[in-house]
């Protein structure tokens, strides 16, 4: 990843807490709000938050067609929570605009209104134990065989990843631990 320059998609949501750890891991980091922003960058992480507000805002600005044609050229893609929501190709109950990039089925607020947030130990395939933290998260319901399923919590598909696609239900920028940030700076 040296002089490597990862971007975070910075239109709502908690995007300056994935700069702050990715700065921390000694990466090069730059905001993307701008379909040219995203041809300076060589990894992108689509960061938690309203994942309906985040996918028209990709729509308007453009931003959504370039991540679909960087991803197909193998930019490699990191989505927490509501950028989990925005990778899946399908959505439970919903037609919200998204990516649709990785074979993946998620439903929304997943984990239900009455935990609404929530912290759990995780075991993630060839990472190690992490601390989960989960606000209105999704889950994964199904993924195609494509996909690599990297941790369960309560059977359900929290992490996964697909070639260049990564994707948590839970916040790591939200914790100390830079593990799940290290490991996607591998992929760059
Ligand atoms: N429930 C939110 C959504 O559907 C995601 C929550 C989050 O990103 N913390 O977009």
Redesign the pocket.
């Known amino acids: 990843m040296a002089g490597k320059t990862i971007g975070v998609l910075a239109l709502q949501?908690?995007f300056v807490e994935h700069e702050a750890a990715l700065r921390k891991c000694g990466a090069l980091v730059r905001q993307v709000r701008k379909p040219e922003e995203i041809q300076e960058v060589d990894g992108l992480i689509i960061?938690?938050?309203?994942?309906?507000?985040?996918g028209k805002l990709m729509n308007k600005y453009g931003l959504d067609k370039v991540i679909v044609d960087r991803a197909a050229q193998g930019m490699p893609i990191w989505g927490?929570?509501?950028?989990?929501?925005?990778l899946a190709k399908e959505i439970v109950d919903s037609d919200q605009l998204r990516l649709g990039l990785m074979d993946i089925s998620v439903k929304?607020?997943g984990f239900g209104r009455q935990v609404e947030s929530f912290e759990a130990d995780l075991e993630v395939e060839s990472i190690g134990p992490t601390r989960g933290v989960?606000?209105?998260?999704?889950y994964g319901e199904k993924a195609g065989d494509g996909v690599h399923i990297m941790a369960r919590f309560k059977e359900k598909i929290v992490m996964a990843q697909q070639y260049n696609l990564l994707c948590t239900a839970f916040?790591p920028e939200l914790t100390q631990d830079l593990c799940i940030h290290r490991y996607f700076l591998t992929m760059v």
């Open positions: 949501g908690a960061p938690g938050g309203e994942s309906t507000t985040i927490t929570c509501a950028g989990m929501i925005l929304r607020n989960f606000i209105r998260a999704p916040h």
